[in-house]
């Protein structure tokens, strides 16, 4: 059973960063596809950005140009970096990996854009 643990996420005021972190519990190499998802309060989740195995990125509308994914196969951890914060960007973040035949997912860490 593959694991994802996110972590990273917490309070951070507007214009601010943070970078979350997905550690998985075998080799991220073997994953063909990694993505970040987010669900806000009320709302349906949604899918946020991407990385492919050969390292090609997709981002939504939304945060383009404001978040960066990357993929550490050393370290079989898998990143979004989140630069410029808005409070429409508070929402539980969720790790995606697929090979495949599977589709696995974290548990989600809280971020919370507030002043």
């Known amino acids: 059973q593959v694991q994802l643990v996110e972590s990273g996420g917490g309070l951070v005021q507007p214009g601010g960063s943070l970078r979350l972190s997905c550690a998985a519990s075998?080799?991220?190499?073997?994953?063909?596809?990694m993505a970040w998802y987010r669900q806000a309060p009320g709302k349906p989740r949604e899918w946020v950005a991407s990385?492919?195995?050969?390292?090609?990125?997709n981002y939504a509308d939304s945060v383009k140009g404001r978040f960066t994914i990357s993929r550490d196969n050393a370290k079989n951890t898998a990143y979004l970096q989140m630069h410029s914060l808005k409070p429409e960007d508070t929402a539980v973040y969720y790790c995606?990996?697929?090979?495949?035949?599977?589709?696995?997912w974290g548990q989600g860490t809280q971020v919370t854009v507030s002043s």
């Open positions: 075998r080799n991220t190499f073997t994953f063909n596809y």
């Open positions: 990385i492919t195995g050969r390292g090609s990125t």
């Open positions: 995606n990996a697929q090979t495949l035949d599977y589709d696995y």
